[in-house]
């Protein structure tokens, strides 16, 4: 178990301890680097994902894209940069244009026309690259369209042949499609934001018989308090915060009828809650401020990057009230904790509900929080 000690301010003395789910700590060292290394990924993915646009766009609006290579057209065409093309008439090209032409073997070349002659209802040209001394071999016949450079973007040639490739194409547009897939039906399917099962509320009921000095949910005979708490579980499935309420008010109805033992008669007599009207969420900042006062942590240490044990353990304190009074988004709460992550915050929740099952003391603590931030 790790605890957050502290001292309040305002002379109140030291704060009890909440006990907390213990973690594998994670060293610095390998913190940082997998920081590092999941940026530096993104910078990657970022980069190609860019050179993947400029070669699928321009296709997708008529003008192809290939990869220069040879050195043949010297500094006009240098190696590695992705040559832009479009399509036009076969009787619009003009001497000095650089086009495209397949030779005999397949290969596609991109070399400027030297001369051009019409024959036989199309057209002949001769084609060279910038850097040879002769005319490239035999002659070229244009019948249709052609392809013209147009613009050329320098060094991405050899990144977008690349992502033509079987092992490119899975890498940066397989992969990153399938991780955000993965990461939106987890975010649709997280246990988060359902309400608590049957096992999590009978273990809050049994902290909360242990917690009161009265003999609350403590019938005489076992079987009896079995379905004392059974019965309170099942009335209130929403949230922890919900069951908390219908027990203090089950408590409340037993002392004003002088009960000392609360059995299932007095828990099926208790009134149930009067509907209450909706209430606006608690401030966000007035949350902040308080926590920070309550823990005299600073409210830049609770928003900022410090991993230090206590100051993370107070700010999953702040996660939990932002959620739960504060009734923020869990994107909203990470962007206000520092951009930190859905996947944080997420377990920030969790671990403080887990906590107020285990020890009654931190509910009281989050009390006072509350009534400090209204």
Not at 184 to 207: K, Y
Not at 240 to 266: C, P, Q
Not at 348 to 362: E, S
Request: proline residues 6%; positive net charge.
């Amino acid at each position: 178990m790790t605890e957050i000690g502290a001292w309040r301010p305002g002379g109140r003395g030291q704060v009890s301890a909440i006990p907390l789910p213990a973690e594998a700590g994670r060293g610095l060292p390998l913190t940082l680097l997998a920081t590092v290394a999941r940026r530096a990924m993104f910078v990657i993915m970022a980069c190609f994902g860019v050179v993947l646009s400029l070669v699928v766009v321009p296709s997708l609006l008529g003008y192809p894209a290939l990869t220069v290579q040879g050195g043949s057209m010297g500094d006009s065409l240098p190696d590695g940069s992705l040559a832009i093309t479009r399509w036009v008439a076969a009787d619009e090209v003009e001497t000095g244009d650089v086009i495209v032409i397949k030779h005999a073997n397949a290969t596609a070349v991109i070399h400027r026309v030297v001369t051009i002659e019409e024959q036989d209802g199309g057209f002949v040209v001769e084609t060279k690259g910038d850097s040879n001394r002769t005319a490239d071999p035999g002659y070229s016949v244009l019948n249709d369209r052609v392809a013209v450079h147009a613009y050329t973007i320098p060094y991405v040639g050899y990144a977008a042949d690349f992502l033509r490739t079987p092992l490119g194409w899975t890498l940066f547009v397989l992969i990153p499609i399938g991780v955000l897939c993965f990461r939106t039906l987890r975010d649709i399917w997280s246990p988060e934001g359902r309400p608590p099962g049957e096992e999590t509320r009978l273990a809050f009921l049994q902290a909360k018989a242990r917690q009161r000095r009265v003999a609350i949910l403590q019938a005489k005979a076992s079987e009896r308090r079995a379905e004392l708490r059974r019965y309170l579980a099942n009335r209130v499935r929403d949230s922890i915060r919900a069951l908390e309420g219908r027990v203090n008010r089950v408590a409340a109805y037993a002392r004003r009828t002088t009960r000392s033992t609360i059995d299932l008669e007095v828990a099926q007599k208790t009134p149930a809650a009067p509907t209450p009207t909706a209430a606006a969420p608690a401030d966000p900042q007035a949350i902040l401020e308080a926590v920070s006062e309550y823990y005299s942590v600073p409210v830049a240490a609770i928003t900022g990057k410090s991993r230090a044990k206590h100051i993370a353990e107070v700010r999953q304190i702040g996660m939990y009230l932002l959620r739960e009074d504060a009734e923020l988004a869990l994107k909203q709460i990470g962007l206000l904790l520092g951009h930190r992550r859905h996947a944080t915050v997420i377990h920030g929740v969790q671990k403080i509900t887990r906590a107020l099952i285990m020890d009654p003391r931190l509910g009281a603590e989050l009390t006072d929080i509350r009534e400090s931030a209204s």
